[in-house]
């Protein structure tokens, strides 16, 4: 099966719903439909002081192995199909059964879709296992053959019902009891391994303000070049002349007894030991010579950084850093809230959702929002919204049928009436069999 781009949710179809059912169930109803044949063939009876006694060691024999068998393999199904809404009739026919936000639907909606699916078919057997310990042979037939029936009608009229559900063939009857939904992955989006209902954007980061450039706080050169060499007392210091290039020696000496431009105070000097005397060098009479100072007493000497002063860096005060004129700061975003059949809100300072919300005696709502749900499944007034920072804190106004919120990485907890919780852009609150996402714009 190829992959495929439509990010759209699809319904499964009834026809669909009913292939992948045959698909998953022929097998063990195969087995069982022989194990039970086999076994009625090789009834044997006999008379003991005048009554008929059968002999039902075989059809017992193989009807629990039968049965064991399909109970196993229908254990195996449920966690699979609970983990990832996928079953061999499900994958073959290309769809997934999810819960109402779009995840894996879970052990006790797989088992309550299929226990209603098969409820005339475990009636059945209750039935069989009494005409097999009453003995009423004579009368299994009658008795099971239209049992029989009745069960494989109503296990397919339960799997196509979504065909006369008025939300586009979204539910159907076992569907709306389990709070389960089926979607046709083939033609739409898989919301198992896409973030759910609401999609991967659930999971997206909040937006930030930008960053703002600034400058570092420690001092860094402006140029390169070589570091500056200490110079010994009584030697000139050595300036680059302008236009000289970098490393050539400097047009011409400066004495050290003259006092340096713009002075940079610096701290208290370090102490150096005296300067011992040097050989005599003979020198090149032709060659420039810097005339010979007396050796300066001893005693403290100004650091090398003294000879070459540094302009103050604007970012030596770190602690005073200003917003940049015409800078803005950022606007908190906007928070929208979308119902599932894709009614979008803005939300404001208040909110009430329900079938027909209204505000209470006294008290102040800017946003009534009504949402149609034929199945009255949602209180009057089921919920408050309030709008605080980067958020909403959502009340369940003591509804009937409670509410949920479920997180963006799947954490579900319900909403104690009366109580408020802080709901964050990306999770999904249910109210009643309808749901919203709280996003930003």
Do not use: C
């Amino acid at each position: 099966m190829t992959m495929n781009d439509n990010a759209a949710l699809v319904p499964a179809s009834p026809g669909k719903r009913l292939g992948a059912a045959v698909l998953d169930w022929l097998g063990p109803a195969v087995l069982l439909g022989v194990a039970i044949g086999v076994g009625a063939v090789g009834i044997t009876e006999r008379r003991s002081n005048g009554f008929i006694v059968y002999d039902t060691g075989l059809l017992v024999l193989l009807g629990s192995i039968a049965t064991g068998l399909t109970l196993v393999y229908a254990m195996v199904l449920l966690g699979i199909e609970a983990r990832s809404g996928n079953t061999i009739g499900n994958r073959l026919m290309g769809i997934r059964s999810a819960d109402a936000d779009g995840y894996a639907p879970g052990g006790g909606i797989v088992f309550l879709r299929g226990l209603i699916t098969g409820a005339v078919f475990l009636l059945t057997i209750i039935v069989a296992i009494l005409v097999v310990a009453l003995g009423w042979y004579g009368i299994a037939l009658l008795i099971l053959g239209p049992l029989m029936l009745l069960s494989l009608a109503w296990a397919v009229l339960v799997v196509v019902s979504n065909a006369w559900d008025k939300q586009g063939g979204l539910r159907g009857w076992h569907d709306k009891a389990s709070k389960g939904l089926v979607f046709d992955v083939s033609a739409g989006r898989n919301p198992v391994k896409t973030g759910g209902i609401q999609g991967e954007y659930n999971f997206a980061p909040m937006d930030l303000p930008p960053v703002q450039q600034v400058s570092s706080p420690v001092a860094m050169p402006t140029a390169k070049g070589p570091a500056p060499v200490p110079q010994q007392p009584g030697q000139p210091v050595r300036i680059p002349q302008p236009g000289a290039p970098m490393g050539q020696a400097p047009m011409g000496p400066v004495p050290t007894n003259q006092a340096p431009v713009n002075p940079v105070p610096m701290a208290a000097p370090v102490p150096q030991a005296p300067l011992q005397p040097q050989p005599p060098v003979m020198h090149n009479p032709n060659q420039w010579q810097p005339p010979v100072a007396a050796p300066a007493p001893a005693g403290p000497l100004a650091p090398p950084s003294a000879a070459f002063p540094q302009e103050a860096h604007p970012d030596d005060d770190i602690d005073r850093t200003q917003l940049r004129p015409g800078a803005q700061a950022a606007a908190p975003a906007v928070l929208r809230i979308r119902l599932d059949d894709g009614q979008d809100f803005e939300v404001r300072a208040s909110m009430l959702i329900g079938r027909n919300p209204a505000a209470m005696a006294g008290e102040s709502v800017e946003q009534l929002v009504p949402v149609s749900d034929p199945g009255r499944s949602i209180s009057k007034t089921h919920l408050q919204l309030r709008r605080e920072g980067d958020g909403v804190w959502v009340t369940d106004r003591n509804s009937t049928n409670g509410s949920a919120v479920t997180t963006p990485d799947g954490v579900q907890s319900k909403l104690v009436p009366g109580e408020a919780v802080f709901v964050r852009p990306g999770s999904t609150v249910q109210f009643g069999d309808r749901t919203f996402h709280l996003g930003q714009a």
